[in-house]
């Protein structure tokens, strides 16, 4: 089973850049896609951005829109999120997973699996 591990989490001040990373053991990610998603406290898991792995094709939520980019290494078996212009509301542990269903939308949390332990990025004002 795949098993993913993200890092790159850290306190920063608004205005600076971030690179997480969401490296894969026990299997690669050539077939699926995958997405990250943020939790900040108190509020629910939301959807942060998706890349297709195989085209490369890449989708973002508005509020992370023109700041962040998603992309993969197939080498490494890494995919990335590049965070610049961070604000204090990117504050959340970030997650990163594997697409399994195609039904409910690549924005619907339900769709993915082999979830990661998460990495904390905190943005202070």
């Known amino acids: 089973q795949v098993q993913l591990k993200e890092s790159g989490g850290e306190l920063v001040q608004a205005g600076d850049s971030l690179r997480l990373s969401c490296a894969a053991s026990?299997?690669?990610?050539?077939?699926?896609?995958m997405g990250w998603f943020r939790q900040a406290p108190g509020k629910e898991r939301e959807f942060v951005c998706y890349?297709?792995?195989?085209?490369?094709?890449?989708y973002y939520a508005d509020s992370v829109k023109g700041r962040f980019t998603i992309s993969r290494d197939n080498a490494k078996n890494t995919v990335y999120l590049q965070m610049n212009s961070l604000k204090p509301e990117d504050t959340a542990v970030y997650y990163c997973?594997?697409?399994?269903?195609?039904?409910?939308?690549?924005?619907?949390?339900?769709?993915?699996?082999?979830w990661g332990q998460g990495t904390q990025v905190t943005v202070s004002s």
């Open positions: 997973a594997r697409r399994r269903f195609y039904t409910a939308g690549y924005y619907n949390a339900s769709e993915y699996v082999d």
């Open positions: 026990g299997g690669t990610l050539s077939s699926y896609g």
């Open positions: 890349i297709m792995w195989t085209t490369g094709n890449t």
